[in-house]
């Protein structure tokens, strides 16, 4: 006697439709379980278009210079991800956005161009 192909097949080797579901359900579970910390870590208070791809991290402040118009950014080695030999970077005061966190907030391309650079809240 045939059986329907829904029924499967329970021998050594064999497929189950039952046991199939199961465990894509339990791949799927661990694939979400994995990478829900890379999401929170991935954009953080920043928004998507600076922080696509885990480029924006606080600063230090003793690393921004405010010099009139200009905001003068000088990292040393280590103290940016995108960055991890340092560099320096200057925009201007009208090309800061809106304050996330209580730090200084700088957003680097892979390449290492300036994205956004976030100032501190009042009271930060």
């Known amino acids: 006697m045939r059986r329907g192909i829904l029924a499967g097949h329970h021998g ?5 439709l ?5 465990d894509f359900a339990a791949s799927v579970t661990l694939a979400a379980a994995l990478l829900a910390p890379l999401a929170g870590f991935a954009h953080g208070p920043w928004p998507y ?3 696509h791809d885990r480029d924006c991290a606080e600063v230090d402040a003793r690393h921004v210079v405010e010099a009139g118009d200009e905001i003068i950014i000088t990292l040393p080695a280590g103290a940016h991800p995108m960055a991890p030999g ?5 925009t201007t005061r009208d090309r800061l956005r ?6 200084w907030g700088v957003c680097l391309s892979p ?11 009042v009271g930060g």
Request: proline share 9%.
């Open 12 to 16: 050594r080797g064999g497929f189950s």
């Open 18 to 22: 039952a046991r199939g579901a199961r």
């Open 86 to 90: 340092g560099g320096r970077w200057t």
């Open 49 to 51: 278009e600076c922080c």
């Open 98 to 103: 809106k304050p996330v966190t209580g730090e």
């Open 111 to 121: 390449t290492g161009a300036l994205l956004c650079v976030f100032p501190p809240a």
